[in-house]
């Protein structure tokens, strides 16, 4: 058994996790892209580090800026670390705003051959030439199931789909159900931290006036300044990105900060919308609540469960 807490950025899902592991016995893995990255605390908003000291948490801070990072590596890792959770008797607890990692460990990573370039530059000219409906009709005879529920008017994932399945010579559905297959076998309950919107987005928008004042400028800094190149994976984290374009010069402060903002409030809006497919999740309304009654909403549905 392990308790995922999902959600979008600002909902305070770090908190939540601590209070909850302090109850139920509990130790933290982090699923956020971006907290693996050593010297990257202010823009990633970690929690401190006399809160990682009241709970065990993992996955933050274990590689360098330069390194590349993947969901493949994160649900490897976050497994086995669930495996050794579990051998010392307590409940593992995923949380963070990354859901394809955490995709990765309930419903297995999709492990299909990708097309190459060369493959890739064919079908692009192929519907430069012949047009979408073309690439359609090929799809249609090759795997007629794998169109369904997908948009017909996007471009990019009609050539995503007809290129996995040239790639692997194999249809979607094959594919799918070899991917469900690495799934973690373990029952889990998923909770999803929700906040009306507009609160939401006042949050965010504070949250980042406060990552300003703590420092973030200084630390984008001095990042560029050791020699991370700003096309780095990591340099590409929202906050990061825009302090350092300010830094070339390509923006002011003032624009750089209100571009941050809204980047945020995007991403959290595309995480809100990623959520939304999961039909076991149980959303969790976190508007103007303190942590200790979201905490007790969970762990009454955590106590429902194992009653049932």
């Known amino acids: 058994m392990f308790i995922i807490i999902g959600g979008a950025t600002g909902t305070g899902k770090s908190k939540v996790a601590i209070e909850l592991a302090k109850n139920i016995n509990g130790e933290i893995i982090s699923a956020d892209s971006m907290q ?3 010297g990257m605390d202010i ?15 993992y996955m933050i ?3 360098v800026p330069e390194e590349s990072y993947s969901a493949a590596r994160f649900k490897k890792e976050a497994e086995n ?12 607890i995923i949380t963070g705003g990354t859901g394809l990692y955490i995709n990765a460990i309930i419903n297995g990573l999709f492990e299909a051959k990708e097309p190459d370039e060369r493959l890739k530059a064919r079908l692009r000219q192929e519907l430069a030439e ?7 009709n090929e799809v249609k005879r090759l795997d007629s199931e794998a169109l369904d529920g997908i948009d017909l008017n996007n471009p990019r994932r009609i050539l995503r789909l007809l ?9 979607i559905s094959e594919l799918k159900n070899e991917t469900a297959k690495t ?5 889990y309950l ?14 965010i928008n504070t949250r980042v006036d406060e990552m300003m004042k703590a420092g973030l400028e200084g630390e984008v800094k001095s990042l560029l300044d050791s020699g991370i190149d700003s096309n780095q994976t990591s340099m590409q984290a929202i906050g990061y990105k825009e302090i350092a374009a300010y830094l070339k010069s390509k923006t002011g402060l003032k624009e750089a900060v209100e571009i941050i903002k809204k980047n945020t409030r995007n991403y959290a809006k595309r995480q809100v919308t990623w959520f939304k497919r999961y039909k076991e999740a149980i959303w969790v309304d976190a508007t103007d609540k303190k942590v200790y009654d979201i905490v007790d909403e969970i762990e009454k549905e955590i106590h429902a469960y194992f009653k049932a």
Do not use: C, Q, S, W
């Open 81 to 92: 670390i669930m495996d050794t959770i579990k051998a010392k008797g307590k409940l593992p």
């Open 61 to 63: 801070d274990i590689i």
């Open 190 to 203: 998923l909770f999803v931290l929700d906040i009306h919107k507009e609160k939401l987005y006042e949050r």
């Open 130 to 136: 012949k047009g979408l409906k073309y690439l359609i």
């Open 163 to 171: 290129g996995l399945v040239l790639a692997n010579r194999r249809k």
């Open 36 to 38: 693996v990255y050593k």
């Open 183 to 187: 799934a973690y076998r373990d029952k």
């Open 43 to 57: 823009g990633t908003y970690k929690i401190t580090e006399n809160e990682r000291k009241e709970i065990n948490h």
